[in-house]
């Protein structure tokens, strides 16, 4: 995807979460995390740690289920022989939240599932900036989660997730796609303080 689609993207999303910071139930804040990322079907391949970075929202339906989009910066990529494949995405995480526990509890498990188009912004090897014209500029996964929201103030919890990534699209781009599917894996464990703009 050009820069021209990442913009308009972003602007979609930065109105859909402007949208439901007007109504009731909605939470907003930082998040930041790690990644323990990989790819698939390169040999001898190792993961890389990562920083991701940016915004966590969340739309409650009910005290039991919401709706979670994020905003993140993801440093992702890979080991392979003595070279090291550095991958860095736009990602715009979309997940159904369960939460268990009653409403107003000061401790509330959770988990969901959902889905993580990406964007990507650069890419290097061994350090060095990378032609991008080989690699896919638009990045697919499955995802899913655990964690948990604790209040530490009011109207303000933390949020601590355990999340995985299964690459659904090549990292390469079509011209350049050979034998099996190239995907981003991810692991990353994050945390955030939403602060809440809502009833509950």
């Known amino acids: 995807m050009n820069k021209r689609g990442i913009i308009f993207t972003l602007l979609l999303t930065t109105i859909a979460i402007f949208r439901l910071s007007a109504q009731d139930d909605f939470s907003i804040g930082p998040r930041v995390g790690v990644n323990f990322s990989d790819v698939s079907h390169v040999d001898n391949s190792k993961s890389l740690t990562g920083l991701a970075l940016g915004l966590t929202s969340t739309y409650s339906f009910n005290e039991s289920s919401g709706l979670t989009v994020d905003l993140l910066y993801s440093g992702e990529g890979y080991k392979a022989e003595d070279d090291e494949?550095?991958?860095?995405?736009?990602q715009i995480p979309i997940y159904y939240d369960m939460f268990f526990g009653d409403l107003g509890e000061q401790f509330r498990p959770k988990v969901y599932v959902g889905f993580v188009p990406g964007f990507l912004l650069s890419a290097t090897l061994n350090g060095d900036g990378i032609d991008e014209k080989p690699l896919n500029g638009f990045n697919f996964a499955?995802?899913?989660?655990?964690?948990?929201?604790?209040?530490?103030?009011?109207?303000i919890w933390l949020n601590t997730d355990l999340r995985g990534y299964l690459g659904l699209?090549?990292?390469?781009?079509?011209?350049?796609q050979s034998g099996?599917?190239?995907?981003?894996?991810?692991?990353?464990?994050?945390?955030?303080?939403?602060?809440?703009l809502g009833k509950l």
């Open 85 to 90: 494949f550095r991958l860095n995405y736009l």
């Open 142 to 155: 499955f995802s899913g989660g655990l964690g948990f929201n604790y209040r530490v103030g009011t109207r």
């Open 169 to 176: 699209s090549d990292i390469r781009d079509d011209e350049f």
């Open 180 to 196: 099996d599917k190239e995907a981003n894996n991810n692991v990353q464990l994050s945390i955030g303080l939403a602060y809440g």
